[in-house]
């Protein structure tokens, strides 16, 4: 079918989008193509690089991709009253919450670091490649190091709810996802770490609640980054600097006035009605495959 479409565009003289959304990001080397995608790597993406990787890590090119958010629910809406829940900026130390996939089991762990070896061969060269590991080991590495830290307080679960959540009814369902929802919301910021792709539903999630993310950036594409300063409401970090993570967090949350802790809480906010929840992404997306059209091909 992708074939026949491709073939169809081609003979029309137009463009064709395509939906390629999923963890996964094998290149589809279609001429005139542009492809919607969650992941890839930033600083990796030149030509060069991109071919130096095996082909099952490869990923698509940044003249081709057009970068979008995860679809994620609106949780304030979902699983709230609606009415944005702004925190005030206590005295004590700054509370950071976290839910998601931390395990694996152990066949799944041997597979991933075999998997992943060319990975750890090029970073010996350049740490970039580190960012390309698996989720769940950074993840691990990223709570371990909360935990044992004395600058923050830590709110942390292993549960979660995806595609790969174990079977709830809907009454369980709903009150796990108010629980999730409460536990974010009584934080001051929310940790964001990337999951088998270079992307993460969680991020979304927490900008939906108004609260601040930390997250850890894996050389990702932050999509709409030409009309969204992500700066204005989540504080980034590089995975390089993750043994730091904790006195950055503490650092972050001491340097700003109450007044700028609520804001960036309202901004969350706006930038996910605006930009990122479902019903707002499809004039971003229009625009960004305008502007790579009218680049034309590199």
Known sequence: LLTECAQTAKSAGLPLLVDGLG??????????????RYGGYRTLGE?????????????????????????????LLRCTDGVVRVRRKGEGKPVVSFAGMVKTTFKNTVHQRLDESPLYLRGLLDDRYFAMSNGI??????????????????????????????????DEMKEFRRGFAEMILESDYALDVRGYG??????YEILSLGRIPVIIDTERYFPFSDVVDWHKFSLIVDFRDIKRLPQIIADFHKSLSNEQFETMQREARAAFVNYFRIDAQMPHIIREFNRLR?????
Request: glycine share 4%.
């Open 23 to 36: 963890d996964g990001e094998t290149p589809l080397g279609i001429d005139n193509a542009y492809i919607m």
């Open 294 to 298: 009218a680049l034309g091909p590199q």
């Open 137 to 170: 080991f950074l993840r691990t590495k990223a709570l371990r190091i909360l935990e044992r830290s004395d600058k923050l307080v830590c709110k942390l679960t292993g549960q979660f709810f995806s595609p790969l959540s174990p079977r709830r009814s809907y």
């Open 198 to 203: 270079n992307a993460s539903y969680r991020l």
């Open 47 to 75: 030509e060069w690089w991109r071919n130096r990787l095996p082909v099952h890590l490869r990923f698509e090119s940044p003249h081709t991709r057009i970068q979008v958010p995860t679809q994620v629910d609106d949780l």
